[in-house]
């Protein structure tokens, strides 16, 4: 297993799974198809993507008295990335919060998000979002969505404010918002791939072109086409980008098809990039965040991912090579993972360091027997044994840990100014679990502009463009350099939403 | 005077001037013209914009025997920015660098600038820029163009291998281009507004739209409009949109319309968001970088940027409320511009820091007279004058000079790591020159993806888009994050005459 620990950064990466989709399979076409041809069926609305803010888009819609909605999803499951993500749901001022008499505020939540983005973050969607987060989550609970009787503290937060799913990850949503969309009399098609959006004689979106009986796998675009008629408007809930490796490529040139990503396989941005076709603006897409929790060991999300989330409030990350800590365990996304990548040896090489965690409070998340039994993770009975199995200078590493615990006594880390919650002072003691991290391609935070009423803007006008909308992460621009975890799932949610209740104002 | 440096940041940012303009003239398309409606005129290639991108372009094709070459420009006059501009080109390998001793590579140029890119930049494209940059500095001296007799050694570069035109301004490379580009058979209009692309029946780009007897105050949108036939291509060479405000916006909500910036008004990016349209990538819009050497004195780029860039290796940046150093006087743009912004007072609001330097020194630069006669810079015969004036404390700034100097003495700056190169070991002595530091925004890092021959890539299909080309600031991602000072005008030029070449490749 030493030998397995020793491999190079090159290999380290091939090995990591899934890897990126060539190229979309759509063709490029100079203009986008006009309404004069005519339609093969229509629809009052068309929402693209069947994820968190489809779903919740299809509900909304229906609720507001639409008749006739669609959700096309190209995949031949429902529920895109949202269904394999990590199930966390940030809201202030939630049951769970006055339960544990957690003090927070809209503004609280903004302002950590705000902090994470570096700046550039836009606070009119993120005040937005976290207004309407609780409402969101309510719907999920209504649609019978189940969440872990605890709230967990994420990396970036200021307070614990984060639901997740008792089955700790997004399908725990998606399938109860499935179920409730299709009661509302949702219409909902898988393999019904994009190909284009129709526009009318002003440059409005009248539709869009569709293949069905689409086969990702196959890359076949020999599907049945059809024109479809969007009434009141099209909302684009597709997703980002992490899996379309030349498009990330051009972002971030380190990004190769050797970087592994937690992202489903047809996260690859075609709708977007039709949407820039329709004068619609390219926000930060070159601020791709990769998952600090993600482990080497595993292909993609994996096991060890939500088990890190879980884990990181209560573990001690160290570099193997010098026992010590060199990461503030809760910082947010970006910083751990720039922070990570820097673990390397005299070579460059890629050294992932240690997530060493008490296997008692490991084992409290389901996961940790999975870790265990796909051989991602290891229990060791002391830290000399934990130290030979690594390589890791034992008095080091010894030192390291009493320092670590001495802080959690403490209550204040002197090392890297760690947030102690009461409800985390947990010391990190033997037998102890460890996992291996380094990052994966998680999520786009470009996408394109949005409005908070959930338009897509003209690039040239500053006018929304007619009959388009967008919602989740295929919208660019909120969360900045760096969003926070947790916080996707209320955004997509809530724009979802948002983009059904403007089409509704516009009825009357 | 002692008030005038007291104002508020927001104060010191309304008065900067120059404000964007807020929006393009364009009207939204929903798709491009096609090229079945017929042509007014016929052209083998158009180039859109005149600076030195466009300029070299021109010179290019008529060199490689393309017959009819049109360079439009929707301004009255020649140049666009770069007529604005420093004046800076920095090249490996040349002449003065061969008289003066300096060491160079094309390696080392594309080292120092990856490092400025912060691991995003793009190496090939560096590489080939890098690789044809003398030429392009000897085409500039073929046409007529002055340079200083002295190398300079510009922030974030390893070695002097700057040069500077004799008049400081980018006009002394444009003027004798533009003069050059007549001269080989290059038509030039201005007041030609570019509208749109006109494309063929397979997506490729056929000509364009254009708008003749523009104004631009008066955003007319009403001139006689032609559609021009571009037999084997359009070249775009539009420059970068730090004058479109709501788009500089949309990637950083902090670029408001109060933040003054050093180009000219025309800097909107119409074309780069027409080539979107088209399907041309977006590559790092949200990388706009702040020129570190502005003064809050003046408007626009004015005396004080070239003074200061001159100064900068021989001079000390002090806080002016401590009388300490905060930056490294010669790092990157983008980490002394972030370094400036962080001095601020208790309530956050600007404290815009000294520049400090010998006015023995100072006085060479040709601004210097130009800096104490506009009032935007001062001479004190002692520190303690300096002090007085500012209000910074007289000891600290007086050990701080001490120190300052000692570390010219020894070679060595261990206070922040200044590169010491022997021809700038020059201490900060009475009397002193100050100006004021306040970056403003400068340059677009961003643009669309173009290959190393110039081509413009489609986002669907990854090949590149049959007779559209970019070269300049309009194209993205070459720099990556942060571009270092005097590679502009090597990238505008190589990249314009790369353009020409490609086409002239494919003429047989």
């Known amino acids: 297993m030493s030998d397995q620990h020793n491999q190079t950064r090159r290999q380290l990466i091939k090995g990591l799974g899934i890897t990126g989709v060539a190229m979309a399979a759509a063709p490029a076409l100079a203009a986008s198809p006009s309404a004069e041809q005519g339609f093969d069926r229509e629809y009052d609305i068309i929402i693209i993507g069947s994820g968190f803010a489809g779903l919740a888009a299809g509900i909304e819609a229906k609720r507001k008295g639409f008749k006739k909605v669609v959700i096309l999803e190209k995949m031949p499951t429902i529920g895109g990335n949202s269904a394999i993500n990590g199930g966390l749901f940030a809201a202030p001022n939630t049951e769970m919060q006055r339960r544990d008499g ?32 609780n409402e969101a989550l309510e719907l999920c609970i209504e649609a019978g969505a189940e969440f872990h009787p605890y709230l967990q503290q994420l990396g970036g937060h200021s307070v614990p404010r984060t639901y997740q799913t008792s089955v700790s990850c997004g399908a725990g949503i998606t399938q109860p918002l499935l179920k409730l969309a299709r009661k509302e009399g949702v219409e909902v098609i898988t393999r019904a791939n994009f190909l284009n959006f129709v526009t009318d004689a002003k440059g409005g ?65 075609e709708a977007m990039l039709q949407m820039f076709r329709l004068g619609g603006v390219p926000v930060h897409l070159a601020h791709i965040q990769s998952g600090p929790w993600a482990s080497p060991d595993e292909g993609g999300f994996g096991y060890v991912s939500n088990y890190c989330i879980f884990n990181f409030p209560h573990s001690m990350a160290v570099n193997r090579a010098t026992g010590r800590r060199f990461m503030n365990e809760i910082a947010d996304r970006k910083t751990r993972a720039d922070a990570i990548i820097e673990n390397r040896d005299a070579q460059g090489e890629a050294q992932p360091p240690l997530l060493i965690t008490s296997y008692e409070q490991a084992n409290k998340h389901p996961n940790c027997a999975k870790v265990l039994r796909y051989n991602v993770g290891w229990k060791f009975d002391t830290l000399e044994e934990l130290a030979d199995h690594f390589g890791t200078p034992k008095d080091a590493l010894k030192a390291q840990l009493a320092e670590y615990n001495g802080y959690i006594e403490a209550g204040e880390d002197k090392q890297f100014g760690k947030i102690i919650a009461d409800s985390n002072r947990i010391k990190v003691e033997a037998p ?6 380094w990052p994966k391609v998680h999520y786009c935070q470009g996408g394109v502009q949005i409005t908070p009423d959930a338009e897509v803007i003209d690039s040239l006008t500053g006018a929304p463009i007619p009959g388009l909308f967008a919602a989740g992460e295929v919208a660019g621009g909120i969360h900045g350099v760096s969003r926070l975890g947790s916080c996707s799932i209320p955004e997509c949610m809530v724009m979802g939403m948002t983009a059904a209740r403007t089409l509704a104002s516009r009825k009357a």
Do not use: C, W
């Open 205 to 269: 979106v009248a539709g869009i072109e569709v293949e069905h009986g689409y086969y990702y796998e196959r890359k076949l675009a020999e599907g049945k086409r059809e024109r479809l008629k969007a009434g009141k408007g099209v909302i684009v809930a597709t997703g980002g980008f992490a899996q379309n490796v030349p498009l990330r490529q051009s972002q971030d040139p380190t990004l190769t098809d050797e970087i592994g990503s937690t992202n489903m396989k047809g996260a690859t941005g």
């Open 432 to 437: 102890f679990m460890v996992v291996r991290l």
């Open 102 to 133: 957690v003090t927070d505020s809209v503004e609280a939540m903004v302002q950590d998000q705000l902090a994470a983005g570096r700046g550039i973050a836009d606070e009119t969607l993120l005040r937005h979002v976290a207004e309407h987060a």
